[in-house]
């Protein structure tokens, strides 16, 4: 089969408007960090957000970054650049992309990990609580939408409000979500102190590239801005009074994103319609999908399966290598993979926690029952997994689930995940 029939996991899907824009930046020469297209998406942003002021980067980690250094010079207001969380205990969301984490380590935090709750595969409330037992100096928590199902905010902000903790929303993979609660309410992006959002390429928005600060404080929205674009103060020549960064969108990718950002209903109705068939399609085997909770509306960013533990045949995983046994009437993530993989579409696993990677192995981790390490052995012993993310990185996966996909598309993959479970 040719390459160019492959269904993605979610490729960026790109209609006229983009063309148009970027079309317009370049034949009036605006292809540089300003223009309208930037003024134009962050003026979008702000509105279909629910936010005063965006700030347009030049990616999702550029953004989290700069909440990071807002948050870090707020705790401390004397703190050095690099070193604003110096020493400072950061509570994260565990099972996410490490793009959430990583800006804690460049301003110098110590990133401890709360464990995922079953209902939304977000942070876990309970975990969040415990951790403030533990750790009651700490002060800032970053929080990420997993798969654009937003996290169990009202619990989340209610304790961070008793805390006196300050909220980091990663809301990179959770555009155009929403959430109903009672403590908080609103869109993706606009429930934290400080919020960002991706437009890279595989997001449900893309500029091929790209991120946004969300805020409705003017002075961290001018504060981010100047900082992104090396930190120039208004003088005749370039005046240098603090450190800066090279942070800005481009007027190009800004026009990908405006025409890109035209089309998110459509996008998310693409999405749901695709997580819908999946669950459709496999009410017969023993799996369930990435859930939600009632008062929160998805974006449908990506469809997961969990397998349900009787159904899992035995499967090791090493730091880059994996073993399975198949057995009949029963799968496991790495044999589904291979057998999409071979009707050539691409799935992933779930995000491998924090708490398991390398890079992150000395820092905390914390779950509903305490300190999360200390328990493992004894959960292991009664053959569990000793916390919530682990399980579901042990069970899950995520299904192709691009907007081009057809119906008989995705029908192949389904019939593909059901040949795992036959005899
Ligand atoms: C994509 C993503 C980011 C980073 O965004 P980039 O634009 O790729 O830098 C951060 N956090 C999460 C949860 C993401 O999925």
């Known amino acids: 089969m040719a390459k160019t029939n492959k269904i993605w996991l979610s490729s960026p899907t790109i209609h006229e408007e983009e063309l148009q824009f970027v079309k317009e ?106 951790a403030f037992e533990l750790y009651p ?11 654009g199902v937003p996290a169990k905010m009202d619990e989340i902000v209610k304790i961070c409000r008793k805390h006196d903790a300050l909220i980091i929303e990663d809301a990179a993979e959770a555009l155009g979500a929403s959430y109903e609660g009672s403590t908080v309410s609103g869109m993706c992006g606009s429930l934290g102190d400080y919020m960002a959002v991706s437009f890279n390429g595989n997001k449900i928005v893309t500029g091929s590239t790209g991120g946004m600060f969300l805020t409705d404080d003017i002075r961290d929205a001018d504060k981010v801005r100047k900082w992104s674009t090396q930190s120039r103060e208004d003088a005749p020549w370039y005046q240098h009074e603090e450190l800066g960064y090279n942070y800005r969108m481009s007027n190009i990718v800004a026009g990908i994103a405006r025409g890109n950002m ?20 496999f009410k017969d085997l023993p799996v369930s999908m990435n859930p939600f909770e009632t008062k929160a509306e998805p974006n449908y960013w990506l469809s997961c399966i969990l397998i349900d533990r009787e159904a899992m045949c035995r499967q090791v995983r090493g730091e880059r290598e994996y073993l399975y046994i198949s057995e009949p009437g029963r ?19 779930i995000w491998k926690p924090m708490h398991m990677q390398p890079l992150y192995r000395m820092h905390g981790f914390v779950t509903a029952k305490g300190y999360g390490r200390a328990v493992s052995n004894a959960y292991i012993d009664e053959g569990e997994f000793p916390d919530v993310g682990a399980d579901i990185f042990e069970r899950g996966l995520c299904l192709p689930s691009d907007n081009k996909m057809t119906p008989e598309q995705q029908d192949t993959v389904i019939e593909a995940v059901k040949r795992c479970f036959g005899d």
């Open 25 to 130: 930046a370049i034949e009036s020469n605006w292809v540089s960090t300003v223009g309208a297209n930037i003024n134009e998406l962050e003026k979008m942003l702000a509105e279909s957000v629910g936010v005063k002021h965006a700030v347009a980067l030049s990616s999702g980690t550029a953004a989290l970054h700069l909440c990071m250094k807002l948050a870090g010079e707020r705790l401390d207001p004397g703190a050095k650049p690099g070193q604003t969380l110096r020493h400072k205990t950061v509570f994260c969301s565990d099972m996410t992309f490490d793009a959430s984490v990583n800006p804690v380590l460049y301003e110098d935090g110590e990133p401890v990990f709360i464990d995922t709750e079953a209902d939304t595969w977000n942070m876990d409330p309970e975990a969040l609580e415990k």
């Open 137 to 147: 100096e700490t002060k800032l928590v970053v929080v990420a939408h997993l798969y």
């Open 262 to 281: 035209l089309h998110l209903s459509e996008h998310i109705a693409q999405k749901k319609a695709i997580y819908e068939r999946y669950r459709e399609g």
């Open 331 to 349: 799968s496991c993530p790495q044999e589904i993979l291979e057998a999409i993989a071979a009707v050539n579409a691409e799935g992933r696993p």
